[in-house]
């Protein structure tokens, strides 16, 4: 095992190598514009996976996924070359479900604006049902005379009367 700083090194480095061959080396046209997000490693060192984004359709997702696969090979020999490991890790590409998962919460987040808007708009003439206060505040000290004597679920009460 390996301790996590170095790891974490070695993933970074893992990600810029990736991108440069992805920007300048590999040439397919499958390729779309694709982005390296994220790069995580085994304690052992032996197997990195790739999260990487596309934009474009599910169709080009598909494209980049196969172009990737195809390239593997020449990045992970490049990936051995650049950081020079005993062992090169094994590379495994995967979408990043990140940013879908982001526009997804912002479509969530304008939808309970509209929502909350609408409710505003409804509530700008409305009235209460009842009293704006429904809550009995005495007023003056005739309200405790007239209840100097409450009876309670069998026990009696006794307030003092008001001098």
Known sequence: MVDAARARKLADRIQQVVA?????RIKDPRLGFVTVTDT???????????FYT??????????????LES???????????QTGVRHTPTLTFSHDPLPDNARHMDELFAEAR???ELIARQAEGAVHAG????YRKPDDEDDFADDDLTEE???SHVRPAAP
Do not use: C, N, Q, Y
């Open 131 to 134: 009293e704006a206060d429904p």
């Open 20 to 24: 440069e061959m992805l920007e300048r």
């Open 40 to 50: 995580r490693i085994t304690a052992d060192l032996r197997d990195a996976t790739v």
């Open 71 to 81: 390239a593997k090979g020449i990045i992970r020999s490049e990936v051995g070359r």
């Open 114 to 116: 509209a929502r909350d």
């Open 54 to 67: 596309v934009f474009g359709s599910e169709a080009e997702r598909a494209d980049t996924a196969a172009a």
């Open 153 to 155: 679920a069998g026990t």
